[in-house]
């Protein structure tokens, strides 16, 4: 068990430029989370995933962002057409739905800057 | 809607000192659970304790404790006897423990954030 595994840790992007994140869960854990944290913030969920299913997006998940999780496992964010607003620590999360109720475990983020 | 206030932007103590985190909870849930989590400068969110809206028992882990007081949707957190290392930011977090009659059953909700700063 390695832990929430997120990739890139820094990625720095011109405006108008897409990026993609990926996050590798714990592997037995069927649940996976997105969530964005601000500077001064904490984090906002994004969006929710039960094995390949995308349950649940919070309306800050615009057009330009997609999320997937082919197969269960590992999950990928893409931002399309950056903007500046989108500057943030992007974190992914994972549990098994068995755990009812217990804390997720977080992965270290993907920093995002827009410049 | 689900709403986690955490007053107190930062909090700087000098070692050995007691430090008490305020946050205070709104939901219409009847059910639900209530998390600390500590993000240190590496940015990594550390799950530290959880408590069922249902188990109003106080409890203490180690140097760690948490007042729960349902009637006033309080959650407090207290370190004792701080240490360098504790320095870190503190969230409270919600969580929905009722799936298929709320829309936030999954997510956690988050307040703003304590910034602890400990002194040797």
């Known amino acids: 068990d390695t832990g929430v595994s997120q990739n890139p840790r820094h990625k720095i992007t011109k405006r108008g430029q897409n990026v993609t994140f990926r996050c590798d869960p714990i592997s037995e854990h069927n649940r996976l989370y997105w969530y964005r944290q601000t500077l001064g913030q904490g984090p906002e969920f994004l969006t929710y995933f039960q094995n390949e299913a995308q349950l649940e997006k919070s309306r800050l998940l615009s057009d330009r962002f997609s999320a997937e999780r082919p197969k269960g496992s590992f999950s990928t964010l893409e931002i399309q057409r950056t903007e500046q607003g989108d500057s943030a620590m992007y974190l992914c999360?994972?549990?098994?739905?068995?755990?009812?109720?217990?804390?997720?475990?977080f992965g270290s983020g993907t920093r995002l800057t827009v410049v | 809607a689900q709403k986690v206030t955490q007053a107190q932007t930062e909090i700087s103590v000098v070692e050995k000192e007691d430090v008490t985190l305020d946050c205070v909870y709104e939901t219409r849930d009847t059910t639900y659970y209530l998390f600390w989590y500590k993000q240190p400068p590496s940015g990594e969110l550390v799950f530290l304790i959880r408590r069922n809206s249902f188990d109003e028992q106080n409890e203490i882990s180690g140097r760690y404790s948490w007042n729960f007081q349902k009637s006033t949707s309080s959650f407090n957190f207290t370190i004792t006897a701080s240490q360098v290392v504790d320095s870190a930011v503190y969230f409270c977090?919600?969580?929905?423990?009722?799936?298929?009659?709320?829309?936030?059953?999954?997510?956690?909700?988050f307040g703003a954030g304590t910034q602890v700063v400990v002194t040797p």
């Open positions: 999360a994972s549990s098994r739905s068995r755990d009812r109720g217990w804390g997720y475990t």
């Open positions: 977090a919600l969580r929905s423990r009722q799936p298929m009659t709320t829309d936030s059953w999954g997510k956690l909700q």
